[in-house]
DNA sequence: TGGTAACTTAGGTCTAACCATTAGGCCAAT
DNA sequence: ATTGGCCTAATGGTTAGACCTAAGTTACCA
């Protein structure tokens, strides 16, 4: 009909309206909580009201209260806990969020092994560069026990992988950016699933990584940044290249 | 009691367990089909059965089949879409995935922006040191299109400032390293949200990001690493010290 | 030919009930 | 004094079935 026209019907055009979107109920309470748990408004810890008070409270059915809790527990932001004392507990999301998403991601989108290393190698000098700069006799300490760990040769596989991640992480811990350290841990995970079952592990790799973290550690313990940075660069990069020495395709973590 | 004893009763130390881990029915649903998405046994756009359709086959009731969709869902590893049509459509978990929990942990964590910031300066140069080795005639030229838009006086900042945020998610993406070019969307996206509304774009930082951004566009486009990775440096940390220049605080970003 | 009414199929919401898990208290048997 | 049996209460987990809403498809009629 034209814009125009003058019938027996009034102009319908007079009206426009943009498409709308309908959030769905669940959404709208989950938003609604997610907003006042990421503002701080209640503590971690705290209890959120019983699923059948906040269905009174929200005129909400209990299936759409679920749901919304639902949302919230996979984004990290509450812990649900059934039995009597259950409910659900607000908690800002961590490392285990990240580290979860991360390993989506890595797994779906078939991230290969070496563009994990290589964003280990961006990351993790700056990590030694800060931590250099800030860490706290506590964290030196961390640092220093999964060395311990390490050079112990009664350990077997297993023990010094783990040993190894804790040390990576401690490390990104002690730059105290929380950001980074979240990230580190994910990838540190990563890498450590994927290279598990690797036979490239030998005793000489062994001491060549033992021999790198004690030059690190040292160079945190001093406080020189330069040191820090420099030789973690060089230990993160020698890794790489030994882990993909045989390993040269597009080889995928899955 | 002792582990020697040898009273009346038989030792009740000779059996250990641990604690054990129940799961519900959604979850157990939900890792199946995790699985099955994620080793790519469904093509992405792949439709899921209808949820009746789960119903009769999972023999579970409805609400346990749409609480591990709705799981799936916020994971990102399905698309949910109601109508005729409707129904979970598989795809792999992306960009958004990776910004939506950076952006749950920043704000819930209260990262500093000068973390996020510190974050940036340790990730980018590598990108454009990798962007500079790999990338194709089609992203330089998504590289030139952003700073065609951002040298435009006519812009306005928001526009300015959007276009930033595309030249820097391109360099990330011609890395081709899908996890550094998630991080990077994120972050950005997170560092655009936190400016925004700062005043310190002045017309004089305006021209010096413009100038920033050419020169390192020239050395990703003659494949230069090294001053790739040098000039992204220098941009981004003096970028950082102008954003923290009048806001020495840890402020941070909620 | 064009529009619109009716149908169909999918997800979204609600209600009501029952099951399962956990904490705590009480008490009898040993 | 310890152990196990038993009950109660509170909370999340699960089920069944109905109805509402969104959005394509089809058929029909002016």
């Not at 503590?43 to 749901?67: H, K, Y």
């Not at 401690?170 to 105290?176: D, G, N, Q, T």
């Not at 950016?177 to 994910?186: D, I």
């Amino acid at each position: 009909m034209s814009l125009t026209e003058s019938g027996s019907r009034p102009d319908r055009s007079a009206i426009q309206l943009s498409p709308m979107k309908v959030p769905k109920a669940s959404d709208v309470l989950a938003n609604e909580l997610r907003e006042r748990i990421l503002t701080g408004e209640f503590a971690e810890g705290t209890g959120l009201p019983a699923e059948r008070d906040l269905v009174t409270q929200t005129r909400m059915s209990r299936t759409t209260v679920r749901e919304a809790l639902r949302i919230l527990e996979v984004q990290g932001l509450i812990r649900i806990k059934a039995g009597r004392t259950g409910g659900a507990f607000v908690q800002q999301p961590g490392e285990e969020a990240m580290a979860s998403t991360v390993n989506l991601l890595i797994r779906g989108r078939r991230i290969r092994l070496a563009a994990l290393l290589e964003t280990r190698e961006a990351i993790e000098p700056f990590c030694a560069q800060l931590a250099a700069t800030h860490r706290t006799p506590e964290e030196l300490e961390i640092l220093e026990e999964a060395n311990r760990l390490m050079s112990n040769d009664s350990a077997d596989l297993p023990q010094f992988l783990q040993a190894n991640v804790d040390w990576h992480v401690a490390v990104a811990r002690a730059s105290h950016n929380e950001l980074l350290s979240g990230l580190m841990a994910a990838l540190s995970r990563a890498i450590y699933a994927a290279t598990e079952d690797e036979k490239f592990v030998d005793v000489e790799v062994r001491h060549a990584t033992i021999h790198a973290h004690a030059t690190i550690t040292d160079a945190i313990r001093e406080q020189d940044a330069d040191a820090a940075v420099r030789r973690m660069k060089r230990h993160v990069h020698s890794y790489a290249e030994e882990v993909l020495k045989g390993d040269r395709q597009q080889i995928d973590v899955s």
